[in-house]
């Protein structure tokens, strides 16, 4: 009995084979159709050409139907032949092949060719058209030559008309320009005989199944139908492809079909090209098959010997787990320990400027009530009040940073902001030797967010920056307020020694100063990412090419109806 792996290698290769044939179907098909909707226009732009071409032939008969001399011609009977150099001339100038006068008997009074006389048109389809009124318009053959012949009656005065013009064209005058297009395109009667066509070797040709011996066969017969497309069989040796999607499109105005006839070798190349990425797809996933049964039991032996080398180290694994629980528990201590120890430090840094504040309002508060100004004590009060409510919010915005807190924004006008804030700073800038520039628009920028909470990461940036100027020579701060689409943007530039990784500037706890009371442990920085981001912001930090760090602040404008 074959094993398995031939049954199943069987099978996998008939459903390759079945796949392949489909693909190579569907790709056919699908270029068929793109062909065929190519075709289409071809044989439509063709049809176009044909009647705009005969289209002035229509008109001459129009135009000469209603000229006086014309008229004159047909009152004259037999005398007509007057006119006919007039009727040379028309042709000469149209390109028709012949213009004929004739009078409701049938009789040819006056010719183009001066054969007025000698042929009676009595009863033809074209007269009795002309006569009642209409358009007559017919094709056939005449000395050999292929025409399009047009009729239109001429009244002398109100209908019915009293004779009729036939203008006959000469087909082979108007193919002179068509052999130059890369598709045959053939225009069949109601007989099945190709009148007009691009390709010499299809005209008059009888593609009808009752055969003449009149016509030769037509060189092509249907073989196959793909779907909607016929597919037919060109015999070789003339120029036309062996193998022809023909694409048909009736053409009513000329009472005929045109039929397009269109190469598919090339459909035939990529559906062929489709198939054999598809055979060696379908390959590839048989060896990568193959070659994962073959892995697969590879495996499945190794994994034996692993089994036991694994029963060996689970007994050393049990003991040393036991030694890295003791581990990780001391160390969840000790960092506990470090966390309490750099909060407080943080807590003492965001903290520090409003505490001196309410010292030194305390201070001026007694010394103007031992003054016996009462009032201005007041104030000093209402500020100590004011400097005790801003310390709320802090610890406030500590908790909500730690707790991930979210609070209803407002419109802030951040120029005022900025101004509050380098005012809070303004001792520690004359302390440190530092000077501050500001470029600051004229009216207020609104964006949505809290103003105490702003001011916050206003003054905890300028502190940096004086801060990290300490050991400088140059001592500068730049304060920018900008706006560009739909943003305010803040820049505070400082011209210190710059940021030594600006990556990891907004981590909580990173920190490059000394630890103390007056020295931050970047809890601030790492606070501000924090309050900038709950306003739908974005705070940034890089060093500038000239030396020193920048930190900018971006916040969306607050809407119209807010400002």
Known sequence: MPSLQAVLLFVYALAAALITGQVYDLALRSELDGLAATGEIRVDQASERLTSQLDRFQVLSNVLARDPRIKSALRAGEDATAIEPFLRDQV???????????????TVV?????????????GAPLLTAALNGRLGLEHGLEANKRLFRFSRGVALGLPPANGALIISAEIAALEFDWAFAPEAVAFFDAAGIVYVANRAELLLREASDR????????????????GPHRIWQMEPGLDLPNEALVVRLPVPRIAMTARGFLDIAPARSVARLAAMLAAALMALIGLAGLTLMILRRRMSDRLAFEAAANARLETEVESRTKELHETQHQLVQASKMSALG???????????????????????????IELDRSLDAKDNLDQITGQVHRI???IRNLRGFARNEEEALGPVDLVACCEDAMGLVETALSEAGVSLTKTLPPLP??????????QQVLVNLLTNAIDAMAGST????????????GKAIVAIRDSGPGIADPSRVFEPFYSTKELGASKGLGLGLSISYGIIGSFGGDLT???????????TISLPLAPAEAQ
């Not at 149209?94 to 049938?106: F, H, M, Q, T």
């Not at 183009?112 to 009676?120: H, K, L, R, T, V």
């Not at 055969?211 to 793909?226: A, D, H, K, M, T």
């Not at 060093?543 to 920048?550: D, F, I, Y």
């Open 211 to 226: 055969g003449s011996s009149r016509f030769q066969p037509f060189p092509g017969r249907e073989v196959e139908r793909l």
């Open 342 to 368: 750099e909060m407080s430090a943080g807590i003492s840094h965001e903290l520090n400027q409003p505490l001196a504040a309410i010292l030194n309002y305390a201070s001026n508060g007694m010394q103007l």
């Open 474 to 485: 140059i001592r500068h701060i730049e304060l920018t307020i900008q706006t560009d689409a």
């Open 92 to 106: 000469l100038a149209y390109g028709a092949a012949k213009v004929e006068l004739i009078d409701r008997s049938g």
């Open 445 to 454: 920028v609104t964006v949505m967010g809290g103003h105490v909470r702003l």
């Open 392 to 394: 709320d919010r802090i």
């Open 541 to 551: 930090a890089e060093n500038r090419p000239n030396g020193g760090a920048c930190f």
């Open 110 to 122: 006056a010719s183009s060719d001066g054969i007025a006389g000698q042929i009676s048109r009595a």
